[in-house]
């Protein structure tokens, strides 16, 4: 199938992405199953961190000196993931081993990119906020409790978090470009990332969204046995281990391969249509050829 200068179809890349998945699914769950063993004990020490903290039995350096390395190396398993999968969809070969094996690779890069962008969203989201604030403290002796002054707060606060999603989506690609760009900063890499995406955040968007209903079925594994079953620890357990099955075996490989799947489809139409070019990937980009096209959509 020929894509030059063609954005492929949301189901095209989903069905490529379910295609990948289905030769390499062993890999898939034992990266993602380890890799949620990790990130709960992390989490579970972190929260066991806390408690102390609370009874007094440790000083608050203390905590922080140990639950900052555990966030940041949470930080670096989630981006690892995400090349993981990137790896996956280009029909490359992939292990857990090697999974693991490159997970301090470039940690650096990784965790200084995740930074870097958080700050740039907040940034954007404190653009968003100040003005609406500003908005609301003017009016708010004019404004009475009814319910018009009640939807018209809503409104303007559910405004600010239109161009949060707006920049996220446009930086969205950056992570990516952070492996397959290593000469490129972190800076540059969102300007590629915002150039890319520009025309296709709606693309992506709806993307997002074709995943709610796996996402709502995934909640609920999650969180009815919780609800209804408050005094049973073991239909608690088995709800928790349904859910992290269901993710690690279906839904977070068929999402993030999907997503890398976007992002790899993305990058050789942009070049192909001129919007960015090779050069800008630099010497060491791993940058594949727009007539790789036939083998990653079948």
Not at 132 to 161: C, E, N
């Amino acid at each position: 199938m020929e894509n030059q200068g063609r954005m492929p179809l949301r189901a095209e890349i989903k069905q490529a992405a379910r295609a990948r998945i289905a030769e390499r699914r062993g890999a898939c769950i034992g990266v993602l199953f380890l890799s949620w063993l990790v990130t709960v004990a992390a989490s579970l020490l972190t929260a066991f961190l806390l408690r102390t903290i609370a009874r007094g039995n440790v000083s608050q350096v203390v905590v922080t000196v140990f639950s900052l390395p555990i966030g940041l190396f949470s930080m670096t398993i989630n981006v690892e993931i995400i090349y993981f999968f990137l790896t996956v969809y280009r029909g490359e070969q992939v292990t857990v081993g090697a999974f693991f094996s490159t997970l301090w690779r470039n940690v650096g890069r990784k965790i200084g990119g995740m930074l870097w962008l958080s700050m740039f969203i907040f940034l954007w989201a404190l653009a968003a906020i100040v003005p609406i604030f500003i908005i609301l403290a003017a009016a708010g002796s004019r404004m009475d409790s009814d319910s018009g002054s009640i939807v018209l707060v809503s409104l303007l606060m559910l405004m600010m978090y239109v161009p949060i999603i707006i920049k996220g989506l446009s930086y969205s690609m950056h992570i990516f470009m952070l492996r397959d760009c290593p000469t490129a900063t972190v800076s540059e890499c969102l300007n590629l990332s915002s150039r890319m995406m520009k025309g296709h955040k709606g693309e992506l968007f709806m993307l997002y969204l074709s995943f709610i209903g796996w996402l709502l079925l995934a909640a609920a594994m999650l969180y009815l046995p919780m609800f209804f079953m408050r005094g049973s620890v073991l239909m608690m357990v088995l709800g928790t281990l349904a859910y992290a099955v269901f993710l690690c075996s279906f839904l977070s490989p068929y999402m993030l391969t999907t997503l890398a799947g976007f992002y790899d489809e993305l990058k050789k139409v942009s070049v192909a249509s001129g919007v960015v070019s090779v050069a800008e990937f630099g010497p060491d980009a791993e940058y594949r050829l727009p007539e790789r096209a036939e083998e990653t959509l079948p």
